[in-house]
């Protein structure tokens, strides 16, 4: 019997999580590494406690970014070609693996948000004003660069040098994710309105799930 | 009768740049120098138009994808392509003439203001786009990809072109690409016309010639892979299995 759409999706995220639960590579090696990038900050720039207070924030978002990418290409990086046609062949909707990935991607970066966050607060000594709206802003960047990730993965899955590839097209495209995360808690700072930064991640996070969606057939046609 | 890979190869296209390029620095250098910024302010008769060309050349590189994801015909992608290439060659000489005025100006090369970044963030994503080209030789594989990116690229050209509306920002307003006349010497606007006019021209001549060359790589691509089969050359030669000539 041929599953639902929803259940196709489920695969694809329960057959991602297997894998990352035998290779642990998202929470032994990038999440360290992640971490270690934010101890390595203080050492550069000096350890004035003003000066890390300030930068902090943004710093937690551009490592969540850079290492970001890292999460969502991985699976990419590891499936081979046969691996790749076997799951054409079974007749999961590619729709299905793409949105599959990207969720699996997106929980993954969620726990890699939370947990860097609380190295980065106490770290950089951060206060924690407007920090009621950090779970949202999260939840919206750990989306659209999941669904980034994946969709850039998926366009060059197939080529030569596509590991390194695939953070030289993602970087720059997710430039309006970092300014609205870093931007809603500067407004947020200010006593300003955030609503067009929350605005600006939800439609950055729709337009590239459509095109996501929308291309994902032809992507696994050209192999 | 002569295939398209056989006629001659048009000369109009040189003749153009060289033309557009000699009306541009005549017009830039008979113009009165601005009373402020004296003889610097000449650059901009190259960066306002670079600026222009970019814009236009990865608007060209979106329209050219999406055309090639609809007809699936491989002139698409090599127009789309064609102009990446010259739109990251103008926003490169955009970003230096930028970087040569502001030295003066503003007493840095480099500043970060949301405009600069974001110009520098689009020459990367571009930069992107020609290197995503050069990841399979497959001519069907590599117009499909990269025209998925081209697509999803263009986010970037509004948001350089708003960057100095939606942020406070040391870069002047848009010149020329705003609702309201250009608040500045009648003298100035239309030499600045006349540069941007020039540009155009540049850009279609650049584009001809670009395209056409992408014609013959993609022709030579084509050939290799059709005499693929014959790799070890003269070096290997069929069995002879009729037993004649031993």
Redesign the interface.
């Given at each position: 019997m041929r599953a639902t759409f929803p259940g196709q999706v489920r695969s694809i995220v329960r057959r991602d999580f297997i894998r990352e639960r035998r290779s642990g590579e998202v929470l032994w090696v990038t999440l360290p590494f992640g971490a270690i990038a934010l101890l390595l900050v203080p050492l550069a720039v000096g350890p004035d406690g003003p000066t890390l207070q300030t930068i902090g924030l943004g710093m937690f978002w551009v490592i969540v970014m850079l290492f970001g990418v890292l999460i969502a290409i991985r699976q990419t990086n590891a499936e081979t070609q046969p691996q790749r046609d076997v799951v054409s062949l079974t007749g999961i909707d590619p729709a299905a693996v793409y949105l599959g990935r990207a969720l699996a991607s997106f929980l993954l970066l969620l726990v890699f948000e939370v947990v860097l966050a609380l190295v980065t607060v106490a770290l950089y000594n951060i206060p924690l004003t407007g920090w009621g709206w950090m779970p949202l802003v999260m939840i919206l960047v750990g989306a659209g660069l999941a669904l980034l990730g994946t969709l850039a993965a998926g366009i060059v899955s197939t080529g030569r040098s596509s590991a390194a590839l695939v953070p030289l097209l993602v970087a720059p495209l997710s430039v309006p994710l970092l300014i609205s995360a870093t931007q809603t808690f500067e407004a947020l700072r200010l006593g300003r309105s955030i609503l067009m930064w929350i605005l600006m991640m939800i439609v950055v996070g729709l337009l590239v799930a459509i095109a996501g969606v929308l291309t994902a057939r032809p992507l696994q046609e050209s192999g | 009768m002569t295939t398209p890979e056989q006629s001659p190869s048009p000369t109009w296209p040189w003749i153009a740049m060289a033309v557009a390029g000699l009306v541009t620095f005549v017009a830039a250098m008979t113009v009165s120098a601005d009373a402020v910024q004296g003889e610097l302010s000449r650059i901009m008769y190259v960066h306002v138009p670079a600026a222009w060309l970019a814009y236009l050349a990865f608007g060209v590189t979106m329209f050219a994808s999406a055309m090639y994801?609809w007809k699936k015909d491989l002139k698409w992608d090599r127009r789309a392509l064609a102009s990446a290439e010259i739109g990251v060659f103008f926003t490169g000489l955009l970003i230096g003439l930028g970087m040569i005025w502001g030295k003066p100006t503003w007493g840095v090369w480099w500043t970060w203001d949301a405009r600069l970044t974001?110009t520098a963030?689009?020459f990367?994503?571009y930069?992107?786009y020609l290197?995503?080209r050069?990841?399979?030789d497959d001519l069907?594989?590599r117009a499909?990809?990269s025209s998925?990116?081209g697509?999803?690229?263009i986010?970037?050209v509004p948001?350089v072109h708003f960057s100095v509306v939606w942020w406070r920002s040391l870069h002047q307003a848009p010149t020329l690409l705003r609702p309201e006349p250009p608040e500045m010497d009648t003298s100035m606007a239309v030499t600045l016309l006349i540069a941007v006019a020039s540009f155009t021209v540049m850009y279609v001549a650049m584009m001809v010639k670009r395209i056409e060359l992408a014609r013959l790589e993609d022709a030579v691509v084509i050939a290799d892979q059709t005499h693929s089969g014959a790799a070890a050359g003269d070096a290997v030669t069929a069995p002879n299995l009729s037993g004649r000539g031993m």
């Open positions: - | 994801l974001l963030i689009m990367f994503v930069l992107g290197a995503l050069r990841t399979t069907r594989t499909k990809r998925i990116f697509v999803l690229a986010v970037q948001v």
